[in-house]
Structures are given as structure tokens and as C-alpha cells.
């Protein structure tokens, strides 16, 4: 477990798995309250970034016909597969980028 606490006295890894857990609303959630924990940040910023293009993405899906059910069921498990991939690595305390929306929310970090 983290020593560090964020400034809404979770343990880093808590609050960053809680940011990753609760897709979206755990990001604005935690980029509104966090103050100090670069870490939190990330991970808010990450979640935001990727459960955002994945909402989007389901959307655009359903405009397609015939074959938008079929992308929406892929996108619906690799959001699945994100989704643990992002909370396992949260909780575990590592800085775990996704190839675009990590750089991106890289980025949007150091502007901060």
C-alpha cells in the first residue's frame, strides 16, 4: 500500500483506482478535489481521456447500421479489458501509461 496520501486523505493508489473504477465520473470526481498528488492527477486526467473517446466511440457505433451492434459488442469488451487493465495498475501504484491517452494526459499534467 502507498504511504503517500493524496489531499483527500485516500492513499494515492486508493483515490487513483477509485478515479479508474468509476469510469468518467470518478475522474472529474478526483481532477475537481485533488490538490497535491501528481499521481491522482494522472490517473483522473488518463480516465477521463479514455472513457470519453470510448463514449464517443459507442455513440458513433450506433449510427452505423448493420455492422454497429458488432462494433459496439467489440468496443464493449475491450472496454472491459481497459478498464481492469487500468484499475489493477492503479491500486498497484504505477504509473501506467495507455499508448495515447497516457501521453495526452502526460501532457495536460505538466500544463497544470
Known amino acids: 500500500m502507498s504511504s503517500f496520501k493524496s489531499s483527500t486523505g485516500l492513499p494515492d493508489n486508493i483515490a487513483a483506482g477509485l478515479c479508474c473504477f468509476f469510469p468518467f465520473i470518478g475522474g472529474i470526481v478526483f481532477l475537481a478535489l485533488e490538490k497535491r498528488s501528481r499521481f491522482v492527477l494522472f ?10 473517446a470510448l463514449m464517443v466511440a459507442h ?6 447500421p448493420l455492422i454497429g451492434p458488432m462494433i459496439a459488442a467489440l468496443l464493449s469488451l475491450c472496454t472491459l479489458a ?11 501504484g504505477r504509473w501506467y501509461r495507455l499508448p495515447w491517452a497516457g501521453e495526452l494526459a502526460e501532457r495536460q499534467l505538466r500544463q497544470l
Open 82 to 92: 481497459v478498464w481492469l487493465l487500468m484499475i489493477y495498475h492503479a491500486l498497484g
Open 43 to 52: 490517473h483522473a486526467l488518463q480516465s477521463l481521456i479514455v472513457y470519453g
Open 59 to 64: 455513440m458513433l457505433s450506433g449510427l452505423i
